[in-house]
């Protein structure tokens, strides 16, 4: 499959950015002389089915995608799902005088048949994307895919069967975690990823977009590494004319995205979005208690449900914070785009279609790519470790705060060779200047954290900038400077 998929890329001029661990493991998949059940899930926009379609070339035995979710017709939701699954079939060579199946026992009756009409001893690739929207109320749908699977599919060792879709815990509760029939039964998962900084500035150079690495990492801090909002970015604009194009110009393509990047994923995206929108307004997140206070719901399995779907899906990190105790863990919004938003799309009634180009030096601008910078590193600490020369060493990453003295440090890693990386984090257009307030600042740092940790460990000043800093008396204090470029290193 390998040696097809690189001849088609030559022929075609294709080239797959990025993802380079997922296709050799589709590569062993498909060579494994085995049934496969592989489930490959990840965010809105993350590129699962790009992937599957460019590596297979859309050669399948049989494809099917769901339909998305629609509130208007709730009543009849199954009928419409089966009606398009049997349309797929029929398409794929289900001959035309067998009869659309009444539910999803039969139709997975049906694609039975088709596949052994297909049988030939080769391998044979069956792709059924955005499974969960097939999973509607009272459908006994994963009943009837079950037992598809373990009378038939597992035993098939010509089959490769690859599931696919956006609602990661949806995967996980059924599939995955699953401690029913298809316990054990999904042979690999796929967790599709956002890009790395080196990633989106791969995939930016495919598409002719001439950006500077400092420009690339705004990018970064607007859309994330999710390929599909990247490839929007227009190589005769610069990137302040790409922001107005796609978020302040009438109809502006990325006005209403926030709202779709929920709707057709979580089962409640309304109250989803409600606790995206508060843990935005609390940089360092909220405890598990503070969210309940706030959304006004009571602690159970429904809030554990929307906390659980958000960190699946990368929105939010679950954190302890440094020198705290479990029951201090807190809920931290990371989603660059859900951040950048928040902050200036919505209820910009105010901002005219220029706003990005006419305001980007402002101080608004300013101070959020400061926080979004910060962001940016606490998304890419492998590359900050490998900077730091300990890929190899077992850490712990977390923030740190004290209310009573007003001190806060949004990137601590804690090395298991008894040495404290504390990390200084700023976004410059030039090199960073240490001033003595911020020195005395730092030192002050040291001495609250050194009462608060064991007498073995020892604190590393570490300053991870743009372009590195100007030597003068202060600058010492660092162990070590990251620049823009580490971030980069994969």
């Not at 489930?39 to 859309?58: C, E, M, P, Q, S």
């Not at 039969?106 to 030939?120: G, M, P, Q, R, V």
């Not at 020198?323 to 807190?330: G, L, N, P, Q």
Request: hydrophobic share 40%; net charge positive; aromatic share 14%.
């Amino acid at each position: 499959m390998k040696i097809l998929k690189l001849c088609l890329e030559r022929k075609c001029g294709l080239k797959m950015i990025g993802r380079k661990k997922e296709i050799d493991e589709l590569d062993r998949l498909y060579n494994s002389r085995k049934a496969e059940l592989v489930a490959v899930y990840g965010r809105r926009r993350i590129g699962k089915t790009y992937l599957i379609n460019h590596y297979f070339n859309n050669n399948f035995a049989f494809k099917h995608t769901g339909l998305a979710p629609d509130e208007n017709s709730e009543n009849n939701q199954l009928e419409r799902q089966l009606i398009q699954f049997y349309s797929s079939l029929l398409y794929y060579g289900l001959p035309k005088n067998i009869k659309k199946p009444n539910d999803w026992f039969e139709a997975f009756d049906l694609l039975k048949i088709l596949i052994e009409s297909k049988n030939n001893g080769q391998r044979l690739v069956v792709f059924i994307d955005e499974l969960p929207w097939l999973d509607t109320k009272k459908s006994e749908f994963i009943k009837a895919f079950e037992l598809f699977w373990n009378n038939y599919g597992c035993a098939n060792d010509n089959l490769m069967l690859i599931i696919c879709g956006s609602a990661n815990s949806w995967f996980l509760n059924n599939l995955i975690n699953n401690h029913g029939g298809l316990y054990g039964r999904v042979t690999y998962e796929i967790k599709l990823s956002p890009f790395s900084l080196m990633e989106c500035e791969e995939l930016l150079k495919s598409n002719n977009v001439n950006y500077s690495r400092y420009d690339i990492v705004q990018a970064y801090m607007i859309f994330g590494g999710i390929p599909y909002y990247l490839n929007y970015i227009n190589k005769a604009y610069s990137l302040a004319m790409n922001i107005d194009e796609l978020f302040f110009k009438k109809g502006a393509i990325f006005k209403t995205e926030f709202d779709r990047l929920f709707a057709s994923v979580f089962s409640n995206p309304l109250k989803i979005k409600e606790i995206v929108k508060l843990l935005y307004k609390n940089n360092l997140g909220l405890t598990r208690k503070e969210l309940i206070d706030k959304l006004n719901i009571s602690d159970g399995g429904t809030l554990s449900k929307y906390l659980n779907s958000l960190i699946a899906s990368d929105f939010v990190i679950k954190y302890t914070p440094f020198t705290f105790k479990k029951k201090d863990e807190r809920y931290k919004l990371i989603d660059p785009f859900c951040i950048f938003f928040l902050t200036f799309v919505e209820n910009n009634i105010n901002y005219n279609e220029n706003y990005w180009s006419q305001n980007s030096t402002s101080q608004k601008l300013s101070l959020w790519r400061g926080y979004a910078y910060e962001n940016v590193c606490f998304n890419h600490v492998k590359q900050v470790k490998f900077a730091l020369g300990i890929s190899g060493v077992i850490t712990e990453e977390s923030a740190f705060y004290n209310k009573e003295d007003g001190y806060q440090i949004d990137l601590i890693i804690s090395r298991n060779d008894n040495i404290i990386n504390l990390c200084e984090i700023k976004f410059y257009t030039g090199e960073y200047l240490l001033n003595k307030s911020s020195y005395l600042k730092i030192l002050n740092i040291n001495n609250l954290l050194g009462e608060k940790i064991s007498k073995r460990k020892v604190i590393h000043n570490t300053l991870i900038t743009t372009y590195g800093i100007k030597r003068n008396e202060y600058s010492d204090v660092f162990t070590k400077v990251i620049t823009l470029d580490d971030l980069f290193a994969f």
